[in-house]
């Protein structure tokens, strides 16, 4: 039998307080606020040539409210602005809501980088307020941000340079509604979507659609444990985490692990800002 000194029980134990204490810090004090930002192609089909090689910049579910710092959120917008995007989408949550939230919008998003051909937004659950249920605080959220030039797309058509962007508005909120968008899309054309929840794509009305979906929303889980999936996911596709999703019918998927966060804890899901540079599919 091997005897363990009281000795190396003590160390042992100490080492594993301190690595946990270490992981505790640094999903709370560090990777909330480790941005990175990814670069990679977006294929677009029928992508108009003046537009190959132009990047568009998505960001999401920044979250300005209590929970988020607004200095990051700045330094990250003023690390995007100095890219002098051609486009830029922002893919819903501009807020975590409270009671004075509606006064803490300009404050950040008059940073907001804006794309030197267009900015243009989609709302997310939490820009309706408390459960997702108050329509008047999701028209202030807009009247707010569009002075700082970004275009908040509600089940709308916005065309840039002859590619089309529809946005839908939230799921959750109930206001989401493809019929109003899609039928205007002429398939002829490239064109995107901006879709804040991603199990949208799960739902009928997608037939006539060949193209992207960019999305939000999840946060990426904000904690994933090595080689498993994130434990919570506000989503009911649970495949559905981050990054790149071939779909049925010729559509492809992205989810932004976003910016912000609702509660400041991240681990092995870092915020993100992606650059995507446009190219012929």
């Given at each position: 039998?091997?005897r ?5 029980l ?16 640094y ?16 294929r ?30 700045i ?12 486009i830029?989408?922002?893919t819903?949550d ?44 999701a ?12 275009t ?10 002859g ?12 206001q ?18 901006l879709?804040?929840?991603?199990d ?40 559905y985490t ?8 010729g559509?492809r ?25 446009m190219?012929?599919?």
């Amino acid at each position: 039998m091997i005897r363990i000194s009281r000795r190396r029980l003590l160390t042992a134990a100490g080492l594993s307080l301190g690595g946990a204490v270490a992981t505790g810090l640094y999903t709370w004090q560090v990777e909330p606020h480790r941005l990175e930002l990814i670069r990679r192609p977006l294929r677009i089909p029928r992508l108009p040539a003046r537009l190959a090689g132009r990047t568009l910049v998505q960001i999401s579910d920044a979250h300005v409210g209590r929970r988020v710092d607004d200095q990051y959120l700045i330094a990250a917008f003023r690390t995007v602005a100095a890219l002098q995007p051609d486009i830029v989408v922002f893919t819903g949550d501009f807020i975590s809501h409270h009671d004075d939230v509606l006064t803490q919008i300009p404050n950040v998003y008059r940073h907001f980088p804006r794309g030197r051909m267009a900015t243009l937004a989609i709302l997310g659950n939490h820009d309706y307020g408390p459960n997702w249920a108050h329509p008047g605080i999701a028209a202030a959220v807009v009247g707010a941000v569009e002075p700082f030039g970004i275009t908040v797309l509600r089940n709308e058509i916005s065309e840039v340079e002859g590619l089309q962007f529809a946005g839908v508005d939230d799921l959750w909120a109930k206001q989401f509604d493809l019929r109003r968008v899609l039928p205007r899309l002429d398939a002829r054309r490239a064109s995107i979507v901006l879709s804040h929840n991603p199990d949208t794509v799960d739902l009928p009305g997608w037939s006539q659609y060949e193209g992207w979906i960019l999305s939000g929303h999840t946060h990426g889980g904000q904690c994933k444990p090595p080689f498993l999936p994130p434990p919570l996911l506000p989503v009911r596709n649970r495949r559905y985490t981050a990054g790149e999703f071939e779909l049925a019918g010729g559509r492809r998927l992205y989810i932004s692990r976003g910016l912000g966060h609702l509660l400041q804890v991240r681990f092995n899901v870092r915020p993100e800002i992606t650059i995507f540079e446009m190219r012929p599919a």
